[in-house]
């Protein structure tokens, strides 16, 4: 018996040392730690500031995204109004060029230029942009647009 109880006291402080060791081991590992915490701390601030950062960063990349491509509709628009703007324009100058061709053949009376000139029997030749080519009895002749009065401008649709 006596090695008994001598065994269970040298098994008691063995496991007591142990427990003793670990404990000491436990309270050096807290300590690390505890020193250590302010490292992670920041360590994980500065994490968490950088998740921030890269969403708020995938925010932007899609609003960029979404204002490219309201970006490209709005070319695309105004490519498609540039061509319509085109058509209309060459539609306009066509139907003016047939309403000054209209007037090719007509005899004014008399027609008094900005200048105060009078032309009698004034027969209209043909009426282009830069003016109308007209024939008079005295021979053929230019007239500027400026040179005409303001309603005949109008009538030949000068501006």
């Known amino acids: 018996m006596k090695n008994f109880l001598a065994l269970l006291i040298f098994a008691a402080a063995g496991g007591g040392w142990y427990v003793y060791h670990q404990n000491t081991q436990a309270k050096i590992q807290i300590a690390e730690m505890t020193q250590n915490l302010p490292i992670y701390e920041q360590t994980v601030a500065t994490r968490q500031a950088e ?3 890269y969403s708020r960063m995938l925010d932007l990349q899609k609003k960029v995204q979404a204002k490219r ?3 490209n509709a709005i070319v695309e628009k105004e490519s498609s109004l540039k061509e319509t703007l085109s058509k ?3 539609e306009k100058s066509d139907i003016v060029s ?3 061709q209209a007037f090719a053949g007509k005899v004014i009376p008399e027609l008094t230029l900005t200048d105060g000139r009078k032309l009698a029997q004034v027969k209209i030749i043909k009426v282009e942009e830069s003016g109308l080519s007209v024939s008079l009895p005295s021979g053929v002749q230019k007239i500027q ?3 005409l ?3 005949l401008r109008k009538s030949f649709h000068y501006r």
């Open 149 to 151: 009065p303001e309603n």
């Open 145 to 147: 647009p400026s040179e």
């Open 69 to 71: 491509t309201e970006v």
């Open 51 to 53: 998740v921030q950062a």
């Open 88 to 90: 209309l324009a060459k």
């Open 98 to 100: 047939r309403a000054r």
